[in-house]
Every structure is written in structure tokens, then in C-alpha cells.
């Protein structure tokens, strides 16, 4: 089956402590996306990749990082710095990342602050 | 700047009834519009989208949606919901290659 993988599906983060999420896809798609959501604020893009070994800030960047070494993975890294990481992260991908490509989406990860 | 804003935040309805969740976009550019579907603890399922052509674009499962211009609106429609289209809705359009705008979501509550 083809798709997109994220793990874990919740994951608790500790004050000052780096946790990274997982995102993987099997689509051979070159284009791939991180997006956070919280309660009634809809989803907001945090980084995007349209190829491997390269990737762009999306509207809400500060406190995140990324990486792209392999077509098939876009980890997730929210830093320390990110002082409310609590949301449902969304890792998406589309085929080329051409305008009026569908996105698809895996099913979330949930982070939690304790 | 590029907006999409989705004006009910909830929509309670009862089975069988018609539904339409209003959708409206702001672009000075061609626009590529999207309707999704979320599942509790899910990601998101592509329901439908507009690219270019008719203005009317359907689902699988009955959704429908039209692409107005003149209102800049994208509202979704069906004629009868089922309990199982309880789900959150959001829609989303795009510009400037492959970055998403997205509402902020409507509920949707079908109750028996």
C-alpha cells in the first residue's frame, strides 16, 4: 500500500528538550510539507521541501527545523525554542509540488508538553 | 494577501437534511480550490478541488462544490448527509506553486 507513515502518533516533549517527528512516504512523491494545527485555526505550513537537499520556511518556521537527505523522509524537529509546541502536526506530500497538485496527507502526530 | 475563510465554525444538522458549509476565498490571481475531510485524530482525506473548467465539481461520496467567481466562494453542498459525514471540513486554496491557505475548519454534526 502506498501512503504516508508518521511516527509516533502522540509524543511528549519535556521543558527545553528537542523532539524530532518522523514522516515518511512511499508515493515517490518529491514534494513534501509539515503543517501544524491547533483548534480552530485551521492548518498553517511550517517548512516544505520540493526536492531532496532542499527546503523552504513556510508561514511559521521559527522553533522548527528540518532535513531532506532522502526523497522518502522529512523529519520534523521542534526545538527547544519553540515556546508552544503543544498541536497535531500534519506531514503531507504531492508528486512534484506543481500548482493544483493534490496534497495527501499522513495521519498526525500529537504532541504534548509535560 | 491570500485568505480563505471558512464563516461557521460549527454546523449542527439532522440526517437526511441538506447541508452547505460556505467557503470564501480573496486571490487577485487564478486560484486552485480544495475541499478536505478530517476524521477525529486523522490527517486529511482530498473530498474534492477545482482546478479549472466546470465550475461544478462532485465527490464520490455526494459532496458537490461550485466555484463562483464573481462571489469568490467555493461552498461545499449535499443534498442528504448520513451520520457518517460527521467530520471536520476544511477548505484550502492555493497559490504561488504549492503553498496551501486553509479555513479555519467547519464541524460538521449530523445528528439522528
Known amino acids: 500500500d502506498g501512503g504516508i507513515t508518521q511516527s509516533p502518533k502522540y509524543l511528549f516533549r519535556k521543558e527545553g528538550q528537542n523532539v524530532t517527528l518522523s514522516c515518511e512516504q512511499n508515493l515517490n512523491h518529491d514534494a513534501m510539507y509539515w503543517y501544524r494545527q491547533d483548534p480552530g485555526q485551521g492548518l498553517r505550513l511550517i517548512y516544505y521541501s520540493q526536492i531532496v537537499n532542499d527546503f523552504q520556511k513556510g508561514d511559521i518556521a521559527e522553533g522548527y527545523s528540518v532535513s531532506r537527505e532522502k526523497k522518502e523522509s522529512f523529519p520534523l524537529t521542534v526545538t527547544s525554542a519553540q515556546k508552544n509546541p503543544t498541536a497535531f502536526y500534519l506531514c503531507?506530500?504531492?508528486?512534484?509540488?506543481?500548482?493544483?497538485?493534490?496534497?495527501?496527507f499522513g495521519p498526525g502526530t500529537r504532541l504534548l508538553v509535560l | 494577501a491570500q485568505s480563505v475563510t471558512q464563516l461557521d465554525s460549527q454546523v449542527p444538522v439532522f440526517e437526511e437534511a441538506p447541508v452547505e458549509l460556505r467557503c470564501n476565498y480573496s486571490s487577485s490571481v487564478s486560484v486552485y480550490l480544495f475541499w478536505y475531510v478530517q476524521y477525529p485524530n486523522q490527517g486529511l482525506q482530498l473530498l474534492l478541488k477545482?482546478?479549472?473548467?466546470?465550475?461544478l465539481v462532485e465527490s464520490i461520496n455526494g459532496f458537490e462544490a461550485e466555484f463562483n467567481k464573481s462571489q469568490t466562494s467555493f461552498h461545499l453542498r449535499k443534498p442528504s448527509v448520513h451520520i457518517s459525514d460527521t467530520a471536520e471540513y476544511f477548505c484550502?486554496?492555493?497559490?504561488?506553486?504549492?503553498?496551501?491557505?486553509f479555513g479555519s475548519g467547519t464541524k460538521l454534526n449530523v445528528k439522528p
Open positions: 503531507a506530500s504531492s508528486s512534484t509540488g506543481g500548482a493544483g497538485e493534490t496534497q495527501y
Open positions: 484550502a486554496s492555493i497559490y504561488n506553486f504549492n503553498k496551501f491557505y
Open positions: 477545482y482546478l479549472s473548467g466546470s465550475t
